[in-house]
């Protein structure tokens, strides 16, 4: 009897000792989740062990024919990806598809075999052909299939739709639907409940953003889930940075919530300026509705002030025309 009541003791700490490790995971390291049926996300990778951001979720389709993967992470976590998929599956990928241009999304372009289809929007493409890790022979892995609005891939129950809805974090956001799994990967245009970051020198907009959302709302039919572009939240910077974990897996209504958000906040924007505040005191006095008040305000300011140069632009175009 006294052996067994040991051995119990010893499968309970084990399995203590299993959930302790689980819990204290951290936000940063690599893991794969199961999003529904063959729909997966690989969350995680830093840019290096001890500095940098955190790359965007890549999420990990296995399709009939081949897996397809949405987004490659910074530089570095190739293989690291690869070993993710061949966890769940023997297929070979065949198709990456970048949400946009940004580095901790197409880093690791370079790293899968060059029989790989890359697919994105034709303004994205022409953003990454500027970036250095994509010069000289790394052209190759620029995408070369590229699409204006709406693109389909696969067919059936693999059906991929592809949109690009207008300008918001880049010029070349695309959102990318699988409608048999009624689940939408949105890249950074909805990379969590944030005052979202606007690459102006992508091509992005403050002013547009909303508009951008409410044509995905308008357009996209019959999704569930929602996939945002990134699973952490990053506080301060240095050796002093620390990140917490972020549900990369939400709802239709959080998409909802955060295009109500944007739209809130950039008629906030230009009411205060309208009523001759500058964009820093604009910033520090911005009264946003209580239900928005978990969300990550650390580009606030940096929005303030892209609404209020993009307002600035608009008027003076409209005098040069007049």
Same mark, same amino acid.
């Given at each position: 009897?006294?052996?067994?009541?040991?051995? =119990?003791?010893?499968?309970?700490?084990?399995?203590?000792?299993?959930?302790?490790?689980?819990?204290?995971?951290?936000?940063?390291?690599?893991?794969?989740?199961?999003?529904?049926?063959?729909?997966?996300?690989?969350?995680?990778?830093?840019?290096?062990?001890? &500095?940098? =951001?955190?790359?965007?979720?890549?999420?990990?389709?296995?399709?009939?024919?081949?897996?397809?993967?949405?987004?490659?992470?910074?530089?570095?976590?190739?293989?690291?990806?690869?070993?993710?998929?061949?966890?769940?599956?023997?297929?070979?990928?065949?198709?990456?598809?970048?949400?946009?241009?940004?580095?901790?999304?197409?880093?690791?372009? =370079?790293?899968?075999?060059?029989?790989?289809?890359?697919?994105?929007?034709?303004?994205?493409?022409?953003?990454?052909?500027?970036?250095?890790?994509?010069?000289?022979?790394?052209?190759?892995?620029?995408?070369?299939?590229?699409?204006?609005?709406?693109?389909?891939?696969? =067919?059936?129950?693999?059906?991929? &739709?592809?949109?690009?809805?207008?300008?918001?974090?880049?010029?070349?956001?695309?959102?990318?639907?699988?409608?048999?799994?009624?689940?939408?990967?949105?890249?950074?245009?909805?990379?969590?409940?944030?005052?979202?970051?606007?690459?102006?020198?992508?091509?992005?907009?403050?002013?547009?953003?909303?508009?951008?959302?409410?044509?995905?709302?308008?357009?996209?039919?019959?999704?569930?889930?929602?996939?945002?572009?990134?699973?952490?939240?990053?506080?301060?910077?240095?050796?002093?940075?620390?990140?917490?974990?972020?549900?990369?897996?939400?709802?239709?209504?959080?998409?909802? &919530?955060?295009?109500?958000?944007?739209?809130?906040?950039?008629?906030?924007?230009?009411?205060?300026?309208?009523?001759?505040?500058?964009?820093?005191?604009?910033?520090?006095?911005?009264?946003?509705?209580?239900?928005?008040?978990?969300?990550?305000?650390?580009?606030?300011?940096?929005?303030?002030?892209?609404?209020?140069?993009?307002?600035?632009?608009?008027?003076?175009?409209?005098?040069?025309?007049?």
């Amino acid at each position: 009897m006294r052996r067994w009541t040991t051995l =119990g003791v010893l499968v309970a700490i084990a399995a203590l000792t299993i959930a302790v490790v689980g819990a204290q995971q951290s936000p940063i390291d690599i893991r794969l989740e199961k999003v529904r049926d063959n729909l997966f996300i690989v969350t995680g990778g830093r840019a290096s062990p001890t &500095e940098g =951001g955190v790359s965007g979720v890549t999420t990990v389709f296995v399709a009939e024919g081949g897996v397809v993967l949405i987004d490659t992470k910074y530089p570095g976590f190739g293989n690291t990806i690869l070993a993710q998929v061949k966890s769940v599956t023997s297929r070979p990928v065949t198709t990456i598809i970048n949400t946009h241009t940004h580095g901790d999304h197409t880093g690791s372009n =370079g790293e899968f075999p060059r029989t790989v289809e890359f697919v994105a929007h034709e303004n994205t493409r022409t953003n990454m052909a500027r970036m250095s890790q994509f010069q000289g022979d790394n052209a190759a892995f620029l995408p070369k299939r590229t699409f204006k609005d709406r693109l389909s891939l696969l =067919g059936g129950n693999d059906r991929i &739709e592809l949109y690009y809805f207008g300008r918001g974090h880049t010029d070349g956001d695309t959102v990318i639907v699988f409608p048999a799994l009624r689940s939408a990967v949105m890249g950074d245009l909805f990379a969590r409940k944030w005052a979202p970051l606007v690459d102006a020198n992508n091509g992005g907009s403050a002013l547009a953003y909303p508009q951008t959302l409410a044509k995905a709302l308008a357009t996209i039919k019959d999704v569930d889930t929602v996939i945002t572009g990134h699973s952490t939240t990053q506080h301060g910077s240095g050796r002093d940075v620390t990140f917490v974990r972020s549900n990369p897996m939400m709802k239709w209504p959080d998409l909802q &919530e955060y295009a109500e958000f944007t739209r809130t906040f950039v008629a906030a924007a230009e009411a205060a300026q309208k009523a001759g505040r500058n964009a820093d005191e604009a910033a520090r006095n911005l009264r946003l509705p209580d239900k928005y008040k978990d969300y990550d305000m650390a580009n606030a300011k940096a929005d303030v002030q892209r609404v209020y140069e993009e307002l600035s632009a608009s008027r003076s175009r409209s005098k040069l025309q007049n």
